[in-house]
């Protein structure tokens, strides 16, 4: 096949599935009916994203609601804010401790992952602007039983594991490289009780998921069927207000960073425990507005906070 074949093909591809997306869309179930295993918002900062240059920031939220349950009716259980930079390639992860104790915007002080069932995804996007200075322009919520279908979609995946444990209800994880299934990285990415640094142990283990994640797109991205496969099996469970051109130029857009201009970093914090005897983390104003300083330009340093 030559190069300008190939091309062709390749753009038929994309405006396929392109053209199943809304055909998709269309076909999804009411989510009012069926609660939503996916949820992908804009905020207004979204209205001008093309996706072809600049730097656009997605926040990723992994929420604990239970099976059947919507997504949004749970507590953020991971909170990442990612930076793609569409001049540079460059892209970058800041994680935010999900007990990281703050005033919710509008509400009262609590932990951040809380600001998910008090006020959906664009609560989370307030509480996080106001805590590291940066709006995000989408944001991504899934629950366990998104992400496992995920995982089975695009898998199994090769995750890293710095030190060995044995998630409740998964099976044992050695230092190094891990073949996991949706069930067994879901395990992986809750553990924490049995890591030394708890939570922000957790938070190292869900960024190599996220890493994994995003190999085994870009490797299948070529394989026939894969994306189309994919986009149908996400879009049966998920509630957007996205338009279908939108949300599939977003989907292919991730896809474009290779991981070696991907760099990770949490924002650091002081575990502390309330007069209620609940577990709290306190973070440094000035210490997050800093680590989101740090991540406008998509590239962070081991030391970003």
């Keep these: 096949m030559t190069p300008r074949m190939h091309a062709h093909r390749h753009l038929a591809r994309r405006v396929a599935l392109a053209l199943l997306v809304v055909l998709a869309l269309g076909a999804a179930p009411d989510a009012a009916v069926h609660p939503a295993a996916f949820s992908v918002v804009g905020t207004a900062d979204a209205k001008a994203v093309d996706f072809e240059d600049g730097i656009v920031f997605f926040l990723v939220l992994g929420s604990d609601a239970r099976d059947g349950q919507d997504v949004r009716q749970g507590n953020a259980d991971a909170i990442e804010l990612v930076a793609l930079d569409f001049d540079t390639g ?28 008090l006020g959906g995804p664009e609560l989370v996007a307030e509480s996080v602007e106001q805590l590291v200075g940066i709006r995000a322009d989408y944001v991504l919520t899934s629950g366990f039983d998104g992400f496992v279908s995920m995982v089975d979609r695009v898998g199994p995946l090769t995750v890293y594991a710095d030190a060995p444990v044995h998630p409740t209800g998964g099976r044992p994880v050695r230092r190094g490289l891990n073949r996991m299934d949706g069930e067994q990285a879901l395990a992986f990415a809750r553990e924490r009780r049995q890591l030394a640094r708890s ?9 190599s998921l996220m890493k994994a994640i995003l190999r085994s797109l870009r490797q299948g991205e070529d394989q026939e069927g894969f994306m189309e496969g994919g986009s149908l099996a996400a879009l049966r469970s998920l509630d957007t207000d996205l338009a279908p051109v939108e949300l599939y130029r977003l989907a292919q857009a991730v896809t474009t960073f290779p991981l070696s201009r991907v760099t990770t970093c949490t924002v650091p914090g002081v575990p502390d425990r309330l007069p209620s005897g609940a577990d709290v983390i306190r973070v440094d104003p000035a210490v997050a507005g800093a680590a989101g300083g740090d991540l406008e330009d998509a590239r962070l340093g081991r030391d970003c906070g």
Excluded at 102 to 112: A, E, L, N, S
Excluded at 199 to 206: G, K, L, P, S, V
Aim: hydrophobic letters at 40%; glycine letters at 6%.
């Design 90 to 117: 460059n892209a970058a992860a800041l994680a935010i401790p999900r007990d990281t104790w703050m005033d919710i915007p509008g509400k009262r002080f609590g932990r951040i992952n809380e600001s998910l069932s």
């Design 199 to 207: 939570d922000f142990d957790r938070i190292e283990n869900q960024q």
